[in-house]
């Protein structure tokens, strides 16, 4: 069974810091994926960042990048110069290649103070 | 604006009574995914079906059903609610092989 952790339901950081959301997995899955979905306070769930795991480079878009080691099952958000618009919850998942179901972790709330 | 359309975007209800969301997934996904938020918590896989076959099962209670008709969209049914079945009702599709889900702007149920 897959299961995704989140250790921090809460963080802060000041405007136009840099802040790391940290993320463990475990998976029996050779190849899988892993991602950071945001929930700002419309509800709706935006995807962040994806990792192929048979990927040896981090993954980068934009402010966000991760940090993916994969002996260690840890998937780090990084999100560099916070915005005010990046307050949410971001929430980690994983999930096997093929159209397979994602298991979400617990999440954690971030707050941007200006 | 993700292609995954959920109806209703909100809905109250009675405990006792039963009620239908519905989803339709972006053009040419064949998998359907249905997920439970509850208030402030992460989101619970209920149960996904792909090209109207039921593919993978969570941990949806006996009295929520689902199906996926041959025109893709799918059905969430909820029946018997209780106070607890309040929560947002997420449905997600998916067509591809790296595994993204993209989500509906979910349903959000509130029994009293």
């Known amino acids: 069974a897959q299961t995704v952790t989140q250790s921090q339901p809460e963080m802060s950081v000041q405007e136009a810091e840099t802040v790391t959301l940290s993320c463990t997995y475990d998976?029996?899955?050779?190849?899988?994926?892993l991602f950071w979905y945001k929930q700002p306070p419309s509800r709706q769930m935006i995807l962040v960042i994806r990792?192929?795991?048979?990927?040896?480079q981090n993954a980068t878009e934009n402010r966000f990048s991760v940090n993916f080691q994969k002996a260690a099952k840890s998937f780090s958000l990084k999100i560099s110069d916070s915005q005010l618009g990046d307050a949410a919850m971001y929430f980690c998942?994983?999930?096997?290649?093929?159209?397979?179901?994602?298991?979400f972790g617990q999440g954690t709330r971030l707050t941007i103070n200006p | 604006d993700s292609g995954v359309t959920q109806t209703p975007k909100h809905l109250i209800t009675a405990t006792g009574q039963r009620v239908t969301l519905r989803c339709s997934p972006r053009?040419?996904?064949?998998?359907v995914y249905w997920y439970q938020q509850s208030l402030d918590q992460g989101l619970q896989f209920l149960i996904q079906?792909?090209?109207?076959?039921?593919?993978a099962k969570g941990n949806i209670l006996e009295r929520f059903s689902a199906q996926q008709f041959p025109d893709l969209h799918s059905e969430l049914n909820l029946s018997s609610l209780e106070l607890g079945d309040s929560a947002l009702y997420f449905c997600?599709?998916?067509?591809?092989?790296?595994?993204?889900?993209?989500f509906g702007e979910g349903s959000r149920l509130t029994v009293l």
């Open positions: 998976t029996s899955e050779s190849d899988y994926y």
């Open positions: 998942a994983s999930g096997p290649a093929g159209a397979q179901k994602l298991v």
């Open positions: 053009s040419g996904d064949l998998s």
């Open positions: 997600a599709s998916s067509g591809t092989i790296t595994g993204e889900l993209f």
């Open positions: 990792q192929e795991a048979y990927k040896q």
């Open positions: 079906y792909y090209n109207g076959e039921e593919r």
